[in-house]
């Protein structure tokens, strides 16, 4: 999330006007019922999943055949080997992605979602293992990303290199991600 947000508000801002993502931040604030909010955020949300395409925080994952997996070529995968599947890799197949390194959230648009296969984004993985956090994990990166946007105006630190990604455990920038921020004069603070 630490690691996410910034990403995603830098990609924002390099990208379409941050405004843009927010036509329903404003209601977040001072209501009673958030979680209906929440699913009005829809261009917010595409930003996120854009964000998670391009900078997944895990990046490699390990599984162990149950079962000889038939690959289309007709090799075969036999039961009992460990396999690592490539996170970052399966978000930056140019097949399936073109122009990979390009952030783009329209990808995420309804209409694009349906052309594409649903493992061909895979953040929280897929499957009965996949992340238990990830609803959580997407209210949480909406929350503060809507209400980061609303009070603060944010811009990337032109004294700091282009970040770089350094994969550990998870994705990092290497030597962490600068940001300016400057508090809207107008809003809700
Ligand atoms: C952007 C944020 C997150 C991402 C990208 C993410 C991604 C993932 C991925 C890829 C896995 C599968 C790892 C593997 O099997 O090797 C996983 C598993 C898991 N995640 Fe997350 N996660 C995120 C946030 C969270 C949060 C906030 C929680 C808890 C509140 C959480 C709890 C878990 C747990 C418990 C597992 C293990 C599930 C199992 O093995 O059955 N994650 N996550």
Redesign the pocket.
Known sequence: ?FF?APFCVLETWKGPRPSLCLPGAPRLVGRNNPRDDLAQLPFLTMCIKES?RLH???TV???RCTQDILLPDGRVIPKGVICLIS?FGTHHNPSVWPDPEVYDPFRFDPENIKKRSPLAF????AG???????T???T??KVVLALTLLRFRILPDDAEPEPRRKPEL?LRAEGGLWLRVEPLSAGPQ
């Open positions: 999330m996410l998670l997944p925080p895990v994952v390990s599984r996170i895979i953040p929280f993985l009965p293992r996949n992340c238990i956090g990830r959580f994990a997407m949480e990166m998870i």
